[in-house]
C-alpha cells in the first residue's frame, strides 16, 4: 500500500506564452488547471501506471473542494484533513523557448491540532507493507521536523519511509534514515555544502556517505540527463533520451510515482529504475502537471537501459 503525503497540496494554474515580458501586459495562448502538489502528482503517477494509492495531507476549504473532486475523477482515493485556512494556487509560466517560470504562494497557515490530526491519520495506515511518500513543501505553521517526526513514528510501526523534500526538511529527515530518498543534484550540493556544481563522481561520494548512513536506496536525479541509483556497494545510471519537452514541471513527482509503483509491484531493481526514468521523461511531453500515459512509458522504456557505474 503507498500513502502520499501532500502537506502543502496546490491547485496548478499552467499558463502558455510567446514570452514573458515584465512590467508589461501579457496575453495567454492556454492555460490548464489542475490538482497539484508533489504528493498528489506522485498519486496521478500510480494510477496512469495502473497501480494504486491513498493521497493524505491538509486541505483548505477554498480550492480544497476543487482537489477532492480531482481525486474522485481520477479514481484515487484519499483521506484529507480538512482545516480552516484556503489551499493555494500556484501559477506556473511556460514560454516558448521552454523557460518556466513558477509563482507559488506560501500556503495556509496550520495549527498544531491539525497536525496531530494528520499524523494520527497516517499512524492508521502504518505496518509492514505500506510505503509513504513524504514530497514537497510545508505551509505555514508546520515545524521543519514534521517529516522526520512522523517518519521515526511509521519506521516503528514496520513502515517504509520514501523522502523528496528538500532544504532543512531534507536535512531533518535524513537524521531518521528513511528507506529511500531522491535528492536533485542541487540539493544534494547544499546538503553536502558543496560552494560548486559537483561532478558525477562527486555525486556518487555523496550518495554513498548517504548509503552508509543506512539509507537503502538513494536516486539522485540529473535532470535530463537521467539518474543515478545507489543500492548497497552498487552505483547504476539510467540516461534518459532526447523527446519532444513541453514542460519540466512534475518530471521528479512521475520518477517518485514510478519507484514506489515499481516496489509496491515486486518489481526488480532494474525495472524499478528503467521505470522511472521512462516515465519521467513521458512527463516532459505532457501538458501542465499531468503524468504521461501508461502506452507513453511503455514506448519510451524500450529505450532505457540501467547501467552499472561501480
Do not use: W
Amino acid at each position: 500500500m503507498i500513502i502520499t503525503v501532500t502537506m502543502n497540496p496546490a491547485i496548478d494554474k499552467t499558463v502558455d506564452i510567446e514570452e514573458l515580458k515584465k512590467g508589461c501586459i501579457n496575453r495567454l495562448e492556454q492555460v490548464i488547471y489542475d490538482a497539484g502538489g508533489k504528493g498528489i502528482n506522485v498519486s496521478k503517477t500510480i494510477k496512469e501506471l495502473g497501480g494504486s494509492s491513498i493521497a493524505t495531507g491538509f486541505l483548505g476549504s477554498c480550492g480544497g473542494d476543487t482537489i477532492s473532486k480531482c481525486m474522485v475523477e481520477y479514481g484515487i482515493a484519499s483521506e484529507f484533513v480538512m482545516i480552516d485556512g484556503d489551499t493555494r494556487t500556484n501559477l506556473k509560466i511556460l514560454e516558448k523557448d521552454g523557460t518556466i517560470t513558477e509563482i507559488n504562494e506560501a500556503g495556509p497557515v496550520i495549527d498544531e491540532n491539525e497536525i496531530i490530526q494528520l499524523r494520527k491519520t497516517l499512524l492508521r495506515y502504518a505496518g509492514p507493507g505500506s510505503i509513504f511518500i513524504f514530497a514537497g513543501s510545508v505551509p505555514t505553521g508546520v515545524p521543519k521536523d514534521i517529516y522526520k517526526v512522523c517518519s521515526e513514528e511509521l519506521i516503528r510501526k514496520g513502515s517504509q519511509i520514501f523522502l523528496d523534500a528538500e532544504g532543512e526538511l531534507f536535512a531533518q529527515a535524513i537524521d531518521a534514515i528513511p528507506h529511500i530518498i531522491k535528492p536533485n543534484s542541487h540539493e544534494l550540493e547544499a546538503y553536502f555544502k558543496c560552494d560548486h556544481k559537483a561532478s558525477q563522481d562527486e555525486l556518487i561520494d555523496m550518495g554513498k556517505k548517504l548509503i552508509e548512513m543506512g539509507i537503502q536506496l538513494v536516486i539522485i536525479s540529473l535532470g535530463e540527463e537521467g539518474a543515478l541509483f545507489l543500492v548497497g556497494n552498487d552505483v547504476y545510471i539510467c540516461r534518459s533520451i532526447d523527446v519532444e519537452k513541453h514542460s519540466t514541471v512534475g518530471a521528479g513527482d512521475a520518477m517518485v510515482g514510478a519507484i514506489a509503483y515499481g516496489l509496491d509491484k515486486g518489481l526488480t531493481l532494474e525495472e524499478c529504475m528503467t521505470l522511472s526514468v521512462a516515465t519521467s521523461t513521458g512527463a516532459v511531453m505532457t501538458q501542465g502537471t499531468k503524468p504521461p500515459t501508461r502506452d507513453m512509458v511503455d514506448e519510451i522504456l524500450n529505450k532505457i537501459k540501467a547501467e552499472q557505474v561501480i
